[in-house]
């Protein structure tokens, strides 16, 4: 299992993560980012692109 | 070894080790912190008390297992012995070199050429110097209304600055994004208060020991405390330079950016990445060009880790697939005032811009065609939309 957070205060919700690991990531009907925030150990690679991707950094792996 | 520790240099250090590269991983950065991220450095880092904490990317020095030599430059090249030289005097042997070094400000030169009260921001040691000068009342004067310039206008104007924007095409961001869509983001700086000089340059400084003031190319003086020069930027590739390496514009790369030589072969083991690449068209016959995009040192040296991987054991790179070319789709974003604009593709190439959902005054999505088919999109909000139109273009 792995743990993921976003830190909304800095998320500008460009959606970039969302191509990387649209399991995990999405924009809800009002263009806000929206995420799981455990996922299946499946999802580390998809999370880690999406990390690089986001423009604010504002996404972790939390250990 | 990696020339250029910023994010390219970091992410390709990363490709290397995920794509299963063991040997040594030097990484030469000419400033004096870790890869930061630059994007903050005209928005958050001006207006709020951040540091470089907080634009650090996180490094996994463990699984990076790579030899950071910050506040040094790569001097010279030398092809021939595979070594470069540093401004420490320290030479480095190589068996692959990744040139990473991105670009710098451009600096104009004026008859009274003043230093004092001029700013350009490309670092972080740039953003805290013009932090430092900044408070609610001051008068800047911008030159340039290309990204940096408007974002800047926006950071500056929101902290309570008197802020004149200085630029010589008509209508900002026009060449990019075309006509309508530039008039748009110029209207809402204006409504914001942010004042226009177009079809304007700077031609001298007015001040003694100081900027006090720019003389315009119409004979206006616009007093002022500031001025931040935002009109482009240089690749850094002069330590390239007496090895036969094509550097007019950039390195120019081959399709999997592999830099090549004037008489037009490629060199295996060099590679360059990001801003300073100037890399071909994977389908289209046009031009090789370079790409200032955020995403693209992420992209280029994503694929350089997995380049260099396979040559060094083939077959041992996950999906590999020999002969394919380098092609990522070019992404941006630009944060001014409550404006968000997003774009992907190439709008530049587009022979045809259309209003495509929207309305112009409002939320809005620009369509970019070449010869009927879309090759960019470009939206002031409506992400889910503007995300969607992404997987239709055609580069």
Same mark, same amino acid.
């Given at each position: 299992?792995?743990?993921?957070?976003?830190?909304?205060?800095?998320?500008?919700?460009?959606?970039?993560?969302?191509?990387?690991? =649209?399991?995990?990531?999405?924009?809800?009907?009002?263009?806000?980012?929206?995420?799981?925030?455990?996922?299946?150990?499946?999802?580390?690679?998809?999370?880690?692109?999406?990390?690089?991707?986001? =423009?604010?950094?504002?996404?972790?792996?939390?250990? | 070894?990696?020339?250029?520790?910023?994010?390219?240099?970091?992410?390709?250090?990363?490709?290397?080790?995920?794509?299963?590269?063991?040997?040594?991983?030097?990484?030469?950065?000419?400033?004096?912190?870790?890869?930061?991220?630059?994007?903050?450095?005209?928005?958050?880092?001006?207006?709020?008390?951040?540091?470089?904490?907080?634009?650090?990317?996180?490094?996994?020095?463990?699984?990076?297992?790579?030899?950071?030599?910050?506040?040094?430059?790569?001097?010279?090249?030398?092809?021939?012995?595979?070594?470069?030289?540093?401004?420490?005097?320290?030479?480095?042997?190589?068996?692959?070199?990744?040139?990473?070094?991105?670009?710098?400000?451009?600096?104009?030169?004026?008859?009274?050429? *003043?230093?004092?009260?001029?700013?350009? *921001?490309?670092?972080?040691?740039?953003?805290?110097?013009?932090?430092?000068?900044?408070?609610?009342?001051?008068?800047?004067?911008?030159?340039?209304?290309?990204?940096?310039?408007?974002?800047?206008?926006?950071?500056?104007?929101?902290?309570?600055?008197?802020?004149?924007?200085?630029?010589?095409?008509?209508?900002?961001?026009?060449?990019?994004?075309?006509?309508?869509?530039?008039?748009?983001?110029?209207?809402?700086?204006?409504?914001?208060?942010?004042?226009?000089?177009?079809?304007?340059?700077?031609?001298? *400084?007015?001040?003694?020991?100081?900027? $006090?003031?720019?003389?315009?190319?119409?004979?206006?003086?616009?007093?002022?405390?500031?001025?931040?020069?935002?009109?482009?930027?240089?690749?850094?590739?002069?330590?390239?330079?007496?090895?036969?390496?094509?550097?007019?514009?950039?390195?120019?790369?081959?399709?999997?950016?592999?830099?090549?030589?004037?008489?037009?072969?490629?060199?295996?083991?060099?590679?360059?990445?990001?801003?300073?690449?100037?890399?071909?068209?994977?389908?289209?016959?046009?031009?090789?060009?370079?790409?200032?995009?955020?995403?693209?040192?992420?992209?280029?040296?994503?694929?350089?880790?997995?380049?260099?991987?396979?040559?060094?054991?083939?077959?041992?790179?996950?999906?590999?697939?020999?002969?394919?070319?380098?092609?990522?789709?070019?992404?941006?974003?630009?944060?001014?005032?409550?404006?968000?604009?997003?774009?992907?593709?190439?709008?530049?190439?587009?022979?045809?811009?259309?209003?495509?959902?929207? $309305?112009?005054?409002?939320?809005?999505?620009?369509?970019?065609?070449?010869?009927?088919?879309?090759?960019?999109?470009?939206?002031?909000?409506?992400?889910?939309?503007?995300?969607?139109?992404?997987?239709?273009?055609?580069?």
């Amino acid at each position: 299992m792995i743990r993921v957070y976003v830190d909304l205060s800095k998320c500008q919700h460009y959606g970039q993560c969302v191509f990387e690991a =649209p399991n995990i990531f999405k924009l809800n009907d009002e263009d806000k980012l929206e995420y799981a925030a455990t996922a299946d150990d499946s999802e580390l690679l998809n999370v880690r692109e999406a990390i690089d991707v986001c =423009p604010m950094q504002a996404i972790k792996l939390v250990d | 070894m990696i020339v250029g520790a910023s994010m390219g240099g970091l992410r390709a250090a990363e490709s290397l080790r995920r794509s299963g590269f063991d040997g040594q991983i030097n990484l030469i950065g000419a400033e004096p912190h870790l890869p930061y991220n630059r994007p903050p450095l005209s928005k958050d880092l001006l207006a709020k008390d951040k540091t470089l904490a907080d634009i650090a990317f996180p490094i996994h020095h463990g699984e990076l297992q790579a030899n950071f030599v910050l506040g040094n430059r790569v001097e010279t090249l030398n092809l021939e012995e595979s070594h470069v030289e540093l401004s420490s005097g320290a030479k480095y042997q190589f068996d692959y070199l990744v040139a990473a070094t991105g670009l710098r400000s451009r600096q104009m030169s004026f008859p009274n050429n *003043l230093g004092r009260g001029r700013y350009s *921001l490309r670092t972080y040691d740039d953003a805290r110097s013009l932090r430092d000068s900044l408070a609610p009342g001051k008068r800047v004067v911008i030159l340039g209304a290309g990204f940096i310039g408007l974002e800047l206008a926006a950071t500056l104007r929101t902290l309570g600055c008197l802020i004149d924007v200085v630029a010589v095409e008509a209508i900002p961001l026009a060449a990019i994004l075309g006509n309508e869509f530039g008039d748009e983001v110029r209207r809402r700086h204006v409504n914001e208060g942010v004042r226009f000089h177009l079809e304007r340059s700077i031609v001298d *400084l007015i001040g003694t020991r100081e900027v $006090e003031g720019v003389l315009l190319s119409d004979g206006t003086e616009l007093p002022c405390e500031i001025l931040i020069e935002a009109v482009g930027s240089l690749p850094n590739i002069e330590w390239l330079s007496g090895n036969e390496i094509e550097l007019s514009n950039g390195v120019l790369t081959d399709q999997t950016l592999r830099v090549m030589s004037e008489s037009g072969t490629s060199y295996q083991h060099v590679f360059a990445i990001g801003d300073i690449a100037r890399f071909p068209y994977s389908t289209r016959s046009l031009p090789a060009r370079r790409i200032e995009h955020w995403n693209i040192p992420i992209e280029s040296a994503k694929w350089v880790g997995r380049q260099i991987s396979h040559h060094e054991k083939p077959g041992s790179v996950l999906e590999f697939k020999q002969g394919e070319r380098f092609n990522p789709l070019p992404s941006f974003w630009s944060d001014q005032f409550s404006v968000s604009i997003l774009s992907y593709g190439e709008p530049t190439l587009a022979d045809e811009c259309l209003l495509i959902e929207g $309305e112009l005054g409002n939320e809005f999505i620009m369509g970019y065609r070449r010869a009927g088919e879309l090759v960019g999109v470009a939206g002031i909000g409506m992400r889910r939309e503007v995300n969607k139109l992404r997987g239709e273009i055609r580069l």
